[in-house]
């Protein structure tokens, strides 16, 4: 098996699903007290989300290529950053640490192409839902168009990933409020749901719309773990 890295921490909460889901997927392929080799960076989120706030991208690449080269010095052969807001520096981390990163909008564009749908309702962060690093990678190498809802709830899904999600809060008000974007969204023409921040997956779950929800978190980790196994 091959070690794979982790640019995580941001947040920890979703971070340790990915380590859970990593070695559970590395158990049930190979079997036995077989698990999953990684190596992970974790660091200390509030400084980062306050750089994302000031819109300061440039300080987070350097910071993240340089943990990237770290990893890589480690025995890391190649990168799941554990995050789909900080994927809008995917190239940049990239190149600076000299290994692959594993892309986390690669793994839902092939399962929602293999599902048959073309207009999922995005929910992320708003730096994910208003840029175009996700949602153009999904057009372009998927023919994927990905829905994003309106301002207002754009701000609302923000706020609940990071004044709850992202410091382990999780709230039935907020799963309602969730379920009724999607909801609206469905009547817009969604076909599916992109579960779009790797803390969603948290509160939202396939038995809370009829739609087809895509967890990113889970598909960027089974991505991992057949890179981990080649």
């Known amino acids: 098996m091959r070690a794979l890295g982790l640019l995580g921490g941001m947040s920890w909460e979703s971070t340790a699903i990915y380590y859970r889901l990593l070695n559970e997927e590395v158990r049930t392929r190979k079997g036995g007290l077989h698990s999953a080799p990684l190596l992970l960076w974790s660091p200390d989120f509030a400084p980062i989300a306050d750089r994302q706030r000031e819109d300061d991208w440039s300080t987070l690449a350097e910071q993240l290529g340089r943990a990237g080269q770290h990893l890589k010095q480690s025995g890391a052969e190649a990168l799941l950053i554990c995050s789909n807001t900080m994927h809008c520096l995917h190239e940049t981390i990239e190149q600076a640490a000299g290994i692959p990163a594993l892309h986390i909008a690669d793994g839902t564009g092939e399962a929602l192409q293999r599902a048959g749908c073309k207009h999922p309702a995005l929910l992320a962060t708003r730096f994910t839902m208003e840029g175009t690093f996700y949602t153009q990678r999904l057009r372009d190498l998927f023919g994927i168009t990905a829905m994003v809802p309106d301002e207002e ?78």
């Open 153 to 230: 709830a754009r701000s609302g899904i923000h706020c609940i990933i990071y004044e709850e999600l992202c410091r382990g809060v999780i709230r039935d008000e907020s799963r309602a409020y969730y379920r009724d974007v999607i909801k609206q969204m469905k009547a817009e023409g969604a076909d599916s749901v992109i579960l779009g921040c790797t803390e969603i997956t948290m509160l939202i779950k396939q038995d809370d719309t009829d739609l087809p929800v895509f967890d990113t978190t889970a598909l960027h980790a089974a991505a991992g773990v057949s890179w981990i196994l080649g």
